[in-house]
């Protein structure tokens, strides 16, 4: 531990770099994506679009995660862009660049690249390396569906797909062989990967063990999630802002059910979601759903908090839990002096948390720990529906989602929300109420989209008009109820 010209301990940041023990003194503010280019000279990563888009800086993030207690802990690794990164995020954790791939010979994930010409200028191609190599670290069997997914959040301009997906499909039928009981060591036995990686699981709890020295929060510090939205809403100010990390916090991870409630942890990422096989059981649509949000190393990134606190009027997640009529639970940052967890909390419907236009009903030394919701019965029904310019990595123009609870054909309880047609996410009150004692008709749907155009508000901008916005609104609607109940609700219907 080293000390300023002031005399204050100087603040260390510690973690993993492919082989080697890093302990940097930048602010931790700084992305990773420079520290690995500019402080540790490995140029491999490369810097494209700096906002999270073209995964070209993407790496691999390990962190020790507990299996089950026979099985102790395991190293887990993810997917991430550097350039979205914070120091802060990384400590204690292993990070793998494409540097760290590399052996005597080229492996599997590299040969295949070169074998199908799957790489021109090469800018794009350490990312897709990482990216596919990470399918090797996971503890689920890779399908070709899952490889190409892997590589959703990476963009090639020169060489096009086709020969990038010959390589991965050569590569899932590789994966398939993997153990996923033990992928690293398959992965070291068979080539994939190097050797170090055997020992980083005793070298991260090492790091962990050792004294965390990094300064404690200073007032007005900013909140930071996975930074999504931080790093590219602000990135020239982030470096030396003053921020307090959520994003390791243990205690904002977690989904688990309490009673006849969901709790889900203010700090989980989509990506949690969709592991969660009892969330999966309660939403089978749910990998439908959260597939249109972002990619995969963003969805290993941005939190639910995150989400709900940028306030952005198109958060997929914010209408998605709108819909959920969820609760969140507002706690005093970690370190606020004069305020503890647990006895300042307050708790407050989703929907109220939203004032105006990026207004919140939330003090800056509040964070958002949880959201939780009811659980849903088999008399539930919820759908969610988006509309972007791409389908995939992309903002929406306009997203709504909704939930039914049924009694018989009739609509017993109803939340309808929608993104990109208010200033703020909108839980659609009236149109909810309005449904609510309606059976499933067409002039239900109908008449309750009336209810629904005075109830929003859209604007003209660069992703539709404010007609544009409500016609499409409308077709979503109709979407819902085209989906949840195709033996009653028809299109032809619908539009005549
Ligand atoms: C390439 C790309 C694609 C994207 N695609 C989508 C998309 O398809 N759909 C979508 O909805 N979003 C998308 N986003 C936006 C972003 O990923 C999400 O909004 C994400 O959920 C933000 O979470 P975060 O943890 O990264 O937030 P951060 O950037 O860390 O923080 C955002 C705000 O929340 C505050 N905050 C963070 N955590 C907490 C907390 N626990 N309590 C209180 N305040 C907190 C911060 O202070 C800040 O004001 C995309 C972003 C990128 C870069
Ligand atoms: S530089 Fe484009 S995603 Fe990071
Ligand atoms: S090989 Fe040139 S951008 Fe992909």
Redesign the pocket.
Known sequence: MSLCLCGEKEQMTSFILNDTLVESSEPEGTVLLDIIRYKQHLPGTKIGCR???CGACTVLVGELKPLDSARGVSVEYRSMTSC?LALANVHGKHIVTVEGLNMEKLSPVQQAMVDESGTQCGFCTPGFVVSLSGCCLSREKITEELAVRAIDGNICRCTGYKSIQRATAILAVQFAAKDVQDPIGWSVENGFLPSYFTDIKDRLRALAGATDNRRPTTDNA???????????QKHDTMHHAAIRS??NDET?KGIHIEGDEWVIG??CVANDLLASKELRDHFPNIEKHLL????TP?RN???????F??A?P?????VFFLALDSTITLSAIPGTPGLTRGRNDRTMKLRDLYKGYKQLD?SPD????SVRFKLPGKNTRFHFEKVSKRTH????SVNTAIRLEMEGDTIREAHVSAGGVAPIPKYLASTSAFLVGKPITHDTVKAAIVVINKEITPISDARGTAEYKRLLLRQLFFAHFMQLFPERCTLNELVA
Request: glycine share 18%; charged share 15%; hydrophobic share 45%.
């Open positions: 906002e999270g888009d979205l900013i909140p930071l999630g996975g930074g999504t939205d931080l790093y590219v959520v994003f904002l203010g700090g249109l949000v972002s990619s963003i990134m941005g939190t639910l908090a995150g989400n606190v940028n952005s198109i958060g997929d997640l914010t939330k509040e964070i958002v720990t990595l992309d903002i929406a």
